[in-house]
């Protein structure tokens, strides 16, 4: 008998895996065994896999492979998200490429192009899961923007306008100038900076050669400056009640004001407000009913507002207006700063705060029993120690920014009528109905303009556990009623907040329970220096070639 000197791993793997899904030893249906389930964390349709991939898997793969042969009915459910900003920026790229510009398609034409980016690149990462023998039921893979996935998204929104948790409002948010879409709070990134301070003087209103000087980060934005502001108990100001100062280089005249908020110790104890690029600036323009000038355009230049460099990018202003601060004599010194700046998550680009029209998710009751079942156990997190960080984030929860300016998504199932108000319904039909009960038919069909925005993509992964099984739109459902609650959630810590804190609120809102009972975070992949494995970094190996 001839022993084979060499082994080849390929081979061998490839038949039995293959063997493994004609027989369907990785399929599940509810039968009388007891359930085990565990739903993958889908990664972004965009994806190719990487080495948190690779970790995240096979964690779930043991542990999945160690249910079904303990004889439980073992149930991994694969699947992709459709990542709205992501996938948005690849097919503008290839759009460029191609000599084409998204300003110049329709709607319906660009959601073509984004498709057919979606079936050419949407299966990879699934297929390479499938390289690395990943056990999982693979006629169950679903995609968030699946049929049946975007009318459970679409089906939420309406229930929850309805119970009056999503409103529409102007508030602050962060802007992405060059995705073009508000971002949440927690798709910001804070980094620390090496910055400047510049102190800057205006010129008092009827007072010889009496000046107020201000520090701040960002010269700029004084061109949006509507008034500056002192601590009521700072004597050195308080000669100056009911003065008026002039915005350098616009000569615009706006008022010296008194507000505890200041900090006497910070720069001068003078703060220039600029109410439509800070929020606390915003908070105290509102509190003193100062004006709103929003001086910048929303790919981060500057508008007719500004008075000044028109259409010109905000960082390059920047230094343009220092040297012409200084020749005219405005800028006093300027001094070296460390400070916090975010960044956005998704492109890495500097936020912009503005002021913008958009939907909210009112987060305070849905956090409330998502908090106790961490705190109580009901959910293990392991390790224990993020139940601390979970705690801090869920008790000072923001409402939702869920709204996206993005065409790739969701689209936001609410309607406008000529006289600007909304109906919000499950297509233009039914708002054409709803509309023409509350006004004696006075509307036709072409009169309805569906909101342009899409949602959030963390808007249809929060439902991931509950919509794979059809949960939202058949709620009864043997699947649902089988597999759900899931067992163990394997995941990253970096969306602790954005995702799993999340599937918990959604999971009492529509299950009336929890949607996992184990929370395993894992650990970051790095480098040799300790850096976290990126694509832009180059010090990702490339898994596929490793398996190879």
């Known amino acids: ?25 990785f399929n599940s249906e509810p039968d009388d065994r007891e359930p085990f389930t565990i739903v993958i964390p889908p990664p972004n349709v965009t994806g190719v896999l990487h080495m948190g991939h690779m970790l995240n898997n096979t964690l779930q793969d043991v542990i999945i492979r160690r249910a079904r042969m303990k004889g439980k009915n073992a149930c991994w459910v694969p699947g992709t998200d459709h990542a709205s900003i992501a996938t948005e920026a690849k097919v503008v790229g290839k759009l460029k490429a191609d000599g084409l510009d998204k300003k110049d398609m329709s709607r319906d034409e660009f959601l073509n192009h984004a498709w ?53 409002g102007v508030r602050m948010v962060n802007w992405d100038p060059k995705a073009l879409t508000a971002l949440s709070d927690e798709e910001v990134i804070y980094k620390q900076v090496n910055s400047k301070l510049y102190y800057l003087r205006y010129k008092i209103d009827g007072m010889d050669d009496e000046w107020i000087t201000i520090a701040t980060t960002r010269p700029e934005t004084i061109l949006g400056d509507t008034a500056v502001c002192v601590h009521p108990e700072d004597d050195r100001y308080a000669s100056m009640k009911g003065k008026n100062i002039y915005v350098p280089l616009v000569n615009r005249l706006i008022p010296i004001i008194f507000d505890e908020y200041v900090d006497r110790e910070f720069g001068t104890g003078a703060l220039k407000i600029t109410p439509a690029h800070d929020i606390n600036d915003y908070n105290i323009g509102l509190k003193h009913n ?23 990018d905000r960082f390059a202003v920047r230094k343009k207006i220092v040297k012409e601060l200084e020749e005219k004599g405005f800028l006093v010194k300027i ?25 909210f998710c009112n987060m305070s009751k849905l956090a409330s029993p998502a908090l106790e079942v961490v705190m109580n156990d009901t959910i293990k997190f392991h390790p224990a120690k993020f139940k601390n960080t979970y705690k801090h984030w869920m008790e000072n929860i923001k409402d939702w920014c869920i709204s ?33 009960n509350k006004s004696n038919n006075l509307y036709t069909i072409n009169d309805l303009r569906q909101d342009e925005d899409v949602l959030d993509t963390w808007f249809s992964s929060w439902l991931w556990p509950i919509s794979v099984f059809d949960g939202i739109r058949n709620p009864n459902n ?31 809102e529509y299950k009336k329970s929890i949607p996992f009972k184990n929370v395993y975070l894992t650990g970051i992949v790095r480098d040799k220096q300790g850096r976290k494995m990126s694509k832009s970094l180059g010090n990702s190996p490339e898994p596929i070639q490793l398996i190879e």
């Open 1 to 25: 008998m001839e022993i084979a000197k060499t082994y080849n791993p390929k081979e061998i793997e490839e038949k039995w895996y293959q063997l493994c899904l004609e027989k369907g030893y």
């Open 116 to 168: 057919d980016w979606t079936h050419k690149h949407g299966g990879i990462i699934l297929e390479q899961l499938k390289k690395l023998g990943a056990s999982c039921d693979w006629k169950r893979t679903k995609f968030t923007m699946d049929e049946d996935m975007s009318e459970s998204v679409i089906d939420v929104f309406i229930d929850l306008y309805n119970k009056g948790y999503i409103y529409r």
């Open 290 to 312: 100062l004006k709103v000038i929003d001086i910048f355009n929303d790919n981060g230049t500057l508008n007719e507002k500004a008075e000044l460099y028109i259409g010109e």
């Open 335 to 359: 001094e070296d700063l460390t400070n916090n700046v975010g960044f956005s998550e998704r492109t890495d680009e500097v936020i912009e705060p503005k002021l913008s029209v958009q939907w």
């Open 404 to 436: 996206r300016q993005l065409w790739w998504g969701h689209q936001i199932p609410a309607y406008y009528l000529p006289d600007g108000s909304y109906v919000v319904a499950k297509s233009k039909e039914e708002a054409l109905n709803i509309a023409n």
């Open 478 to 508: 043997a699947d649902i009623n089988y597999y759900y609650p899931t067992d163990t959630l394997v995941t990253a810590p970096e969306i602790l907040f954005f995702w799993v804190a999340r599937m918990i609120m959604a999971g009492f």
